[in-house]
């Protein structure tokens, strides 16, 4: 039988608490998880920490910004002393080891995982329990994933009806089909207000509709949602390996795939309009040969393979000890770092390379970029609305809010991409 203890500090964790107990409860049931609010009212409260945690099998530590400060902060007396001012997180912890309980940590602020050298002597074997990552926008993913690993190591196995709950209904062929031809009549229909707005509606002979809205769908698309499902992705495939998401290796990560992102999208597009060639600074000649164009497609490819070994390194460093560790990390960094210059490079030459923008389109084109930005704003807001505040996102007029201002961005964006970016991509108009 599993029974969950999770230990906290209400001052900067008591809302991811009730997080995971809500997630672990409904994967073990409500009488598998404890927390200190299901302590009963007139309880000595003390004591009944002491024997639930005595009863529990694992112990979930959430760590959070303020984890080590407190540490320091607090006294280190025994509970009950007079005058002293116990951590009660400590307490619990070193309990949980004196036990010989399983301890998972959960690291929720933007701290790492603290070494044995940040903590108090008889609790420094709590640096060696392997730490969830869990923050936003992959904290339902690290849950899941520390719910996995508690049933695995418990031999646990959902009944049927749980199982069977918990799987997902298939969406039906006829479904899916529909889906795509409202997905084709949508891109459709934008393409002709894309080509009416271009032209006054003086002209409708401009190009095919369906092409012109899969341009529009597919830039807005690259720059409007691509850096949010980079920075999701690359969160959740640091939780699903347990690494820290926001810390200097994993923002250089994201930040590096957007601008691989961003920079080689911007150029595939481009290249389908006729005539157009990227010319890399400092690698292309005034008259390029065939070798120079192959030259520049292998440090195209050698640049999306430098930026993912970085990110596949993390793990194999993050097994080192101590000193070994952080210098590990330290040139890491600084690899990341240079990825990121080159990759900087290469957006700059994409840039370089573009077709000249007509006076009268400039304004359009800088405005469609510079509100491109705005949707994976809207979304991470969104998302840290749900997470730190906990505010409900189902509600009606949350989902309306929302709603409202991605049809105001889809407006906007439409408008500025009919008068700039689209003859600039397309030479069309």
Request: proline share 5%; net charge positive; charged share 15%.
């Amino acid at each position: 039988m599993i029974r969950l203890f999770i230990s906290y500090r209400r001052v900067d964790a008591e809302h991811a608490a009730q997080r995971v107990r809500a997630v672990m409860r409904a994967r073990f049931g409500d009488d598998a998880v404890f927390i200190d609010r299901d302590i009963p009212a007139g309880t000595d409260w003390a004591q009944y920490l002491n024997e639930r945690l005595e009863s529990a099998t694992d112990v979930i530590v959430l760590v959070g910004d303020v984890f080590i400060n407190e540490l320091r902060a607090r006294g280190s007396g025994a509970p009950g002393q007079a005058g002293d001012s116990t951590d009660w997180l400590k307490t619990e912890i070193r309990t949980a080891l004196d036990m010989k309980k399983n301890i998972y940590p959960v690291v929720i602020g933007r701290q790492d995982m603290p070494d044995s050298g940040q903590l108090p002597s008889d609790i420094g074997a709590f640096a060696r329990a392997q730490a969830v990552f869990a923050r936003e926008p992959a904290f339902d993913v690290a849950l899941g994933k520390l719910a996995d690993d508690i049933a695995a190591k418990r031999g646990w196995v959902a009944s049927a009806h749980a199982a069977t709950a918990a799987t997902p209904g298939s969406r039906t062929l006829g479904a899916s089909v529909a889906l795509v031809f409202a997905a084709m009549l949508a891109v459709a229909l934008m393409g002709g207000l894309i080509q009416w707005r271009a032209t006054d509606g003086t002209d409708m002979r401009l190009a095919p509709v369906f092409w012109i809205g899969a341009y529009y769908v597919l830039l807005t698309l690259l720059w409007g949602l691509g850096p949010y499902l980079v920075y999701a992705a690359v969160a959740e495939a640091r939780a699903r390996a347990s690494l820290p998401v926001h810390n200097a290796l994993g923002a250089l990560t994201m930040l590096n795939m957007t601008v691989a992102l961003l920079a080689g999208g911007s150029f595939l597009l481009l290249s389908t309009r006729t005539g157009w060639a990227l010319r890399l600074i400092g690698l292309m000649p005034d008259s390029p040969g065939a070798i120079h164009y192959a030259t520049q497609g292998v440090v195209l490819v050698m640049i999306v393979f430098a930026a993912v070994g970085v990110a596949m390194l993390e793990p194999v460093v993050r097994k080192r000890e101590a000193i070994a560790r952080r210098f590990g990390m330290q040139q890491l960094a600084a690899l990341a770092l240079a990825v990121l210059v080159v990759n900087l490079w290469f957006a700059v030459s994409v840039i370089t390379s573009m077709p000249p923008v007509a006076p009268q389109r400039l304004v359009p084109v800088i405005g469609y970029f510079m509100l491109a930005p705005a949707l994976p704003a809207l979304l991470v807001t969104r998302d840290l609305a749900g997470s730190l505040l906990g505010l409900n996102l189902k509600a009606w007029h949350n989902r309306l809010l929302v709603g409202l201002a991605i049809s105001l961005y889809v407006a906007c964006t439409l408008s500025y991409f009919a008068q700039g970016p689209l003859p600039l991509m397309t030479g069309l108009g």
